[in-house]
């Protein structure tokens, strides 16, 4: 299972940027799908889950600005940013929990996006 990514990039404070990250390879089922960031000399931190029902889970620190959504058919998952702001700057990675078989799961890490927000 292979996760690539795309969008990102360099942004105004205020600006909106999409990420994508699609699923290739030997899918049975994805479970759930999230997307992560990592600010230079920070741990790498949760910032939007969904989850196979849909449901989605975001920190506060992004809640009413980030949205994940999955396009199921094309198995991708997207995070919309809006309202960006100088402190979501860093590298956004997506993850997904993927079946490859009806007994086998596997977790996998995207390549990474930098995501650079000026003020």
């Known amino acids: 299972v292979q996760l690539v990514q795309s969008g990102g990039g360099l942004v105004q404070a205020g600006g909106s940027l999409r990420l994508s990250c699609s699923a290739s390879?030997?899918?049975?089922?994805?479970?759930?799908m999230a997307w992560y960031r990592q600010a230079p000399g920070t741990q790498r931190e949760l910032v939007a889950n969904?989850?196979?029902?849909?449901?989605?889970d975001y920190p506060y620190s992004v809640e009413d600005r980030f949205t994940i959504s999955r396009d199921n058919a094309k198995n991708t998952v997207y995070l919309q940013m809006n309202n960006l702001k100088p402190e979501d700057t860093g590298v956004y990675y997506c993850?997904?929990?993927?079946?490859?078989?009806?007994?086998?799961?596997?977790?996998?890490w995207g390549q990474g996006t930098q995501v650079t927000v000026s003020s």
């Open positions: 969904i989850r196979s029902d849909d449901g989605t």
């Open positions: 993850r997904g929990l993927i079946s490859t078989t009806p007994e086998l799961n596997s977790d996998n």
């Open positions: 390879g030997s899918i049975f089922r994805i479970n759930a």
